[in-house]
């Protein structure tokens, strides 16, 4: 399991983001997880989708975090290769 963290400039300043690659059966996802300024944690997953990360979650996410999925997935491109 690889693990790492980021900080992503968003709307509300720079949250941590912690990044935990799983190997599953199907293919490589990432479990994160994010505090917001209010303290309020987020968990999600991101997996391979037609080349590209996305994230992929049953609960509703907010829109701040939906917005860096780009971002997100930058940041897994530049822990592969670094």
């Avoid at 199907?26 to 309020?40: A, L």
Wanted: charged share 25%; glycine share 4%.
């Amino acid at each position: 399991m690889q693990n790492f963290t980021k900080r992503l400039k968003t709307s509300f300043g720079n949250p941590e983001f912690f990044f935990n690659r799983i190997y599953t059966v199907k293919g490589i996802r990432y479990y994160m997880s994010v505090t917001d300024q209010n303290r309020q944690s987020f968990f999600f997953n991101i997996e391979m989708e037609n080349n590209e990360w996305r994230i992929c979650n049953d609960p509703v996410l907010p829109d701040w975090i939906l917005a860096l999925e780009k971002d997100l997935e930058q940041a897994i491109y530049e822990s592969l290769i670094g």
